[in-house]
């Protein structure tokens, strides 16, 4: 006996499948699960590298100054000017050590940008050479360009002019560094000079452009390696 066709309302019933609807309501928990784990994962792992942080770079800056203290910071002009320049960095550093808070960020920025007059100012106490000064300036000031042009795009509002000013501070200081060079000073004041100005690009692509592991591989190098060769100039004057 053949049955009867189904009718049209007939093939349009859809019974639906419990066992499915179950099943991606369980894949969506367990989604959100993973989720969750992996944030506190993350969380973990940032609590001992902050600590780390707030042992390794105040520690670190303290040596530094007890390298100018052993060089006879004290003795000179120059040599107190370093040293002054590296306890403003050592609020710097600890002040750069919390993420996530723009305002005791500006603060570090703040402490950096002074410590560049303080070593800005060391160098003047000392001959510079004019056409140094002159090459020097005009080189940093186009590559320093280049720089604040390419920070533009991800630049917060609230940022932008403390990021000019301090780009226009580290280039003098730095050419400053290269005229004391020329004029016959140390090697290693202008070297370290340049150093700090190339790590500080390091922390404003970690900051502002994109925050990885790299930026920090090689700025830390150079800005421990500038700050080293900073303290031990006053020696080298002596």
Partial sequence: MLAAPATHSQRCVRIPAPRQ????????????????????????????????????????????????????????????????????????????IPEGQPRIFRAGVLAFLSGHFAYGAAFLTQALDVTWLAVAGVALGAALFVVWRWLQPTLPAD????????????????????????????LTVAVGALAFTASDVSVARDRFVRHEFSNRAWGL??????????????????
């Avoid at 942080?53 to 530094?64: E, H, M, R």
């Avoid at 800005?223 to 004057?237: I, N, R, V």
Wanted: glycine share 12%.
């Fill in 21 to 96: 609807a179950w099943g991606n309501r369980g894949t969506r928990h367990l989604d959100i699960d993973l989720r969750n784990r992996g944030r506190r994962l993350a969380g973990g792992r940032a609590a001992p590298l902050a600590a780390c942080k707030w042992l390794t770079k105040p520690v670190a800056s303290l040596a530094f100054i007890g390298t100018a203290l052993a060089s006879n910071a004290l003795e000179t002009d120059y040599g107190q000017l370093i040293l002054l320049g590296l306890l403003l960095s050592l609020l710097g550093d600890v002040l750069l």
């Fill in 159 to 186: 940022m932008r002019i403390p990021v000019t000013a301090y780009l226009v501070v580290i280039g003098a200081m730095s050419a400053l560094a290269c005229a004391f060079t020329g004029a016959g000073g140390p």
């Fill in 221 to 238: 190098p150079l800005y421990y390696g500038a700050q080293l060769l900073l303290a031990l100039s006053p020696a080298a004057l002596a």
